[in-house]
């Protein structure tokens, strides 16, 4: 009987660095240096399995759409994107970090209407509704800890991993969002066509997760 392919996506950088020895520990090593190639899909000690590397943001998409089967992602890329697409079954508690509110340690603002620079719009959105705070809300895909120096904005809604980010831009963290850590996320589809695989990865990578 052939064996059913599926392919794994994964996120590229730090994430990436602490995946690897969870998915080892799960059977699955990528035959080349993942880490230096400049490949983006790569064959494994598997025959039936590939795993390709991508950016955190485009990790639920692919997953999302079925190109990929199942996926590592960061819980904050995971609540910005929306997660009805898929199924969330693992957490793999790697790459912890916040999603916090920031603030100048000298805030300077006057008006009623806050602004707010931050990547995460959909999030950042939800969480002042929600507080019944109006905010304008102004998107940047980095260096946030510049925007209320330069007066562009009044906080900022970003990931807090050491602090020291904040501190050396004269900033301080204020409220917390969401507790952060990278997730196991499976297509829907995949997760009944391809159950017997899927759960077998799964369970090796739950038991993997607990030793560690
Ligand atoms: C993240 C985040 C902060 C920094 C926080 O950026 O956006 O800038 O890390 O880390 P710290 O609390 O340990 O200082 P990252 O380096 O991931 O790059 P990015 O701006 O591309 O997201």
Same mark, same amino acid.
């Given at each position: ?29 990528? &035959? @080349?240096? !993942?880490?230096?190639?400049?490949? +983006?899909?790569?064959?494994?000690? /598997?025959?039936?399995?590939? $795993?390709? =590397? ?80 109006? &905010? @304008?809300? !102004?998107?940047?895909?980095?260096? +946030?800890?510049?925007?209320?120096? /330069?007066?562009?904005?009044? $906080?900022? =809604? ?55």
């Amino acid at each position: 009987m052939k064996s059913t392919n599926l392919v794994i996506a994964l996120t590229k950088g730090r994430i990436l660095k602490e995946t690897l020895p969870l998915l080892a520990a799960a059977n699955i090593e990528p &035959v @080349e240096d !993942i880490t230096q190639s400049r490949k +983006l899909l790569f064959d494994t000690n /598997l025959d039936n399995i590939k $795993l390709m =590397v991508v950016r955190g943001s485009d990790v639920p998409t692919y997953v999302e759409f079925g190109s990929a089967d199942m996926g590592v992602a960061g819980k904050d890329l995971i609540l910005e994107h929306g997660s009805d697409g898929f199924y969330e079954p693992l957490d793999l508690r790697i790459a912890k970090c916040r999603l916090m509110t920031a603030e100048p340690m000298v805030p300077s603002s006057t008006s009623d209407t806050l602004k707010v620079a931050t990547k995460f719009t959909n999030i950042a959105k939800k969480y002042f509704a929600e507080q019944g705070q109006q &905010v @304008e809300l !102004i998107k940047l895909n980095g260096a +946030l800890e510049l925007a209320p120096s /330069l007066g562009l904005a009044d $906080l900022i =809604v970003d990931i807090v991993e050491t602090g020291q980010t904040l501190t050396a831009n004269r900033m301080e963290p204020r409220d917390l969002i969401a507790n952060v850590s990278s997730r196991v996320i499976v297509n829907k589809a995949s997760m009944k066509i391809k159950n017997v695989i899927i759960r077998d990865i799964l369970r090796k990578l739950n038991a993997a997760v607990n030793k560690s």
